[in-house]
């Protein structure tokens, strides 16, 4: 079955640091990957996806995310974080070769201290 | 750009009662999802719509859930007799035929007291 885990729950950080929020899949051949971020009392918002091609992808905000296969991994960084990217973070699997179904991870609170 | 729209933002409804959620997909899109997220936890899969039936649903998504798209552009979510436990924020997403990413509402948040 379809997983998706994010060993971090919560990863605090300093203004201008880098970041990295891990995430691992579990799926047989190779997933649709997407990076959602959700501002509190907001919805959700697409960051970045991967589908096929480069394993390098650039997103929105600055952010990018890179695909490994060996490792199952769809990591996402930002070499310098704002303090408005404080929100949470969701990796999700999904789209047409999960039957259309979306599959989320139990998402990293990101905190930004100055 | 397209979006998808969810209607109300904040539901509040007393237990037993039955709710309405209301959505507009992204007009061209043909696959149509609800997803539930309650408040600290992760986003949980509930349905998904195509071709005017369910296509899948979870475990969550039992009788007291049911989906209905009543016309070429709304998409709705019907819980009956409220619990407690529903109370959570409900996101409606679509994606096109090819299925390839979903597009999220803003959500609608639901308490039920």
């Known amino acids: 079955a379809q997983s998706v885990t994010q060993p971090d729950i919560h990863i605090t950080v300093s203004e201008g640091a880098s970041l990295e929020l891990r995430c691992n899949y579990s799926?047989?051949?190779?997933?649709?990957l997407f990076w959602y971020v959700q501002s509190p009392g907001q919805g959700l918002q697409l960051l970045l996806k991967y589908f096929s091609g480069d394993t390098l992808v650039q997103g929105i905000k600055g952010f990018e995310a890179e695909f490994k296969r060996s490792q199952s991994s769809f990591n996402l960084r930002k070499p310098s974080v704002h303090w408005s990217d404080a929100a949470e973070y969701f990796c999700a699997v999904g789209g047409s070769n999960t039957g259309n179904q979306f599959y989320f991870g139990t998402g990293t609170s990101l905190t930004v201290i100055p | 750009e397209p979006e998808v729209t969810q209607t109300p933002s904040h539901q509040v409804t007393q237990m037993g009662q039955e709710v309405i959620l209301r959505c507009v997909p992204i007009?061209?899109?043909?696959?149509f999802y609800w997803y539930r997220q309650i408040l600290g936890q992760k986003v949980e899969f509930l349905v998904s719509f195509y071709n005017n039936e369910i296509s899948e649903k979870s475990e969550i998504f039992d009788d007291q859930f049911s989906v209905e798209r009543p016309d070429g552009s709304n998409f709705t979510l019907k819980i009956r007799s409220t619990k407690l436990e529903d109370s959570a924020m409900y996101f409606c997403a679509s994606s096109d035929d090819r299925g390839t990413e979903a597009f999220f509402g803003q959500g609608t948040r639901l308490t039920v007291v």
């Open positions: 799926y047989g051949a190779t997933p649709y």
């Open positions: 007009s061209n899109h043909l696959y």
